[in-house]
């Protein structure tokens, strides 16, 4: 698992330091320092909830600042994490610079994606404002020929040429407020850091039917969007439907024991393969 490429989601990065010490336990762990503030509940929640190939990963507020005046101590032998403190390279740099693996920028072949200088990136204020997009795109009074799903809110939208997409960058409607927290020429690099999705949850005892039950419990493995209309309206009791958006890029397949006044129920939470931009 590339730590740098994952914690990359939360915020910038500006350097992961990984002891060679291994903690009492035995188990290996990490300093990760960000270059502003991050949102470290939402970090910490959706770390908790994230698998790794074959490793569990979780995440905590560290109790003292790792700033450039402060930073743990590091033995003799730890020659890779010394030399990432000696120059202006990260130490995911410095690891990989010893280890021999070098970065390889992929350049794609001239053209190849030529359409896209004349998209925009627009990035919705909530997932539900969906439903609204799909009223105003694509339509014969509009120039957006095609909205590409990049995951989580963020679209790109096609226009037939950069000067009709300048245009409506330039004069956005008032109801474009509404919709969008971002909407942009698009540029290198522009990708989505989340995704939505549709999950089964299993173990739901009926008395806990209710939509701030499922709002606590997608905490474990994203944020709570949306449920379907049979999981609202109580038609079946053995599975509900639940849209949620997560960080996570791996498969959503997790258990554990919830309480629901004095007793405990074990929840089982799967992702679907149902599309997640398909509302009922």
């Not at 690891?95 to 627009?122: I, N, T």
Request: hydrophobic residues 40%.
């Amino acid at each position: 698992m590339d730590l740098h490429m994952v914690m990359s989601r939360f915020g910038e990065v500006m350097d992961v330091y990984v002891p060679l010490k291994l903690k009492r336990s035995g188990k290996r762990y990490a300093f990760v320092r960000f270059r502003n503030n991050v949102d470290i509940r939402h970090l910490i929640l959706s770390i908790n909830s994230m698998n790794g190939v074959g490793v569990n990963i979780t995440a905590k507020a560290a109790k003292a600042r790792m700033d450039d005046n402060s930073r743990p101590s590091v033995s003799q032998e730890t020659k890779i994490v010394r030399a990432a403190r000696t120059d202006d390279r990260s130490f995911v740099e410095a690891v990989r610079s010893q280890s021999g693996v070098a970065d390889q920028d992929f350049v794609p072949k001239y053209g190849a994606h030529e359409w896209l200088s004349c998209c925009a990136l627009g990035v919705l204020k909530s997932p539900m404002s969906f439903q609204r997009l799909k009223v105003f795109f694509p339509s014969k009074e509009s120039p957006v020929t095609e909205i590409i799903p990049l995951g989580g809110v963020s679209f790109l939208f096609k226009f037939g040429s950069k000067a009709e997409r300048n245009a409506m960058i330039s004069d956005q409607p008032e109801w474009f407020m509404e919709l969008f927290d971002v909407f942009k020429e698009w540029e290198d690099g522009d990708a989505a850091h989340d995704r939505l999705c549709w999950v089964l949850v299993k173990g739901v005892p009926p008395g806990a039917w209710f939509a701030d039950f499922f709002h606590l419990v997608m905490t474990k493995v994203g944020d709570y969007v949306d449920w379907s209309h049979d999981t609202m309206s109580r038609k079946r009791f053995d599975v509900a439907k639940i849209l949620i958006r997560t960080t996570s890029m791996s498969f959503v397949n997790r258990s554990f024991s919830v309480q629901f006044g004095d007793q405990y129920f074990s929840v089982g939470i799967v992702e679907s393969h149902l599309d997640p931009l398909d509302w009922e």
